[in-house]
């Protein structure tokens, strides 16, 4: 099993960043692309991924700034993670694609399906805002968790962080998406009614970033859609319940 390990990746330069971005799976099948989520990289997914690369060509792509990708000098936003998105792609050449996105990005996600030429044939979410209003009804659990509080508290995604990145710089990373999340134009809201694609909307039922009623009215939204909450699990839910997980990713996607 070749493993996610950023050894073996390459780089697209898009809007003054550099993308890193890793292969992994059999090439001749679908195309399925991971994204992670907010202080993540791309080696979040293998819990799951060896799961998948029987059965696919995966594609895991680390965020702007996150991983190996380097920030740019431009103010972070869903519409720049879509296109670093959209760059990977059509450098690879793939015009139609599976999705995996966790919390920011399955936002990507989102905002791929609504407004993207890529055509996502099936979508999963997991822990995933879509409208601004969710950000909002969880302002206070967001706003003090600035980069000294993510030090201390999660000192693991830091330090991997500074260890991988090649221009790290944590503070400006935190500030940068902490703005994003409080961009109200970033996020599709309503535009999700015109997704088309087959979706899958997993959270955890005790995640207290992601509401009950997010994932309920997206799923109402949406007209071809699935709906998961994983009872106990939080935020997390990809690491803490992986089994239950993939039963229900494996029989989507098959």
């Known amino acids: 099993m070749q493993e996610l390990d950023h050894t073996n990746g390459n780089y697209i330069e898009n809007k003054t960043a550099k993308i890193y971005f890793e292969e992994t799976g059999n090439p001749q099948n679908t195309p399925l692309l991971l994204t992670h989520g907010a202080f993540g990289n791309l080696e979040d997914f293998n819990l799951i991924v060896s799961k998948l690369i029987k059965d696919f060509r995966v594609i895991a792509i680390d965020s702007r700034g996150h991983g190996k990708s380097t920030l740019g000098d431009k103010e972070l ?7 670093d998105v959209e760059a990977v792609l059509n450098h690879l050449q793939l015009a139609e694609i599976d999705m995996i996105g966790i919390s920011d990005g399955g936002i990507i996600g989102y905002r791929l399906a609504c407004y993207s030429n890529i055509k996502i044939n099936k979508l999963i979410t997991i822990s995933s805002r879509w409208d601004y209003g969710n950000v909002l009804a ?16 999660n000192p693991e995604p830091y330090h991997q962080y500074q260890k991988l990145n090649p221009e790290p710089n944590f503070d400006l990373l935190t500030e940068q998406l902490h703005k994003m999340w409080f961009k109200k134009e970033s996020y599709p809201a309503g535009d999700v009614k015109n997704i088309k694609s087959e979706t899958l909307i997993i959270k955890g039922d005790k995640d207290k970033v992601i509401q009950r009623s997010f994932v309920f009215d997206v799923a109402e939204f949406i007209p071809n859609s699935n709906l998961m909450v994983v009872p106990f699990a939080k935020h997390l839910v990809y690491k803490e319940e992986p089994e239950i997980l993939m039963k229900a990713i494996n029989e989507f996607l098959a």
């Open 138 to 153: 969880t302002k206070e659990l967001l706003k003090n968790e600035d980069a000294d509080y993510r030090r201390k508290n």
């Open 77 to 83: 936003s869903y519409e720049l993670l879509q296109s």
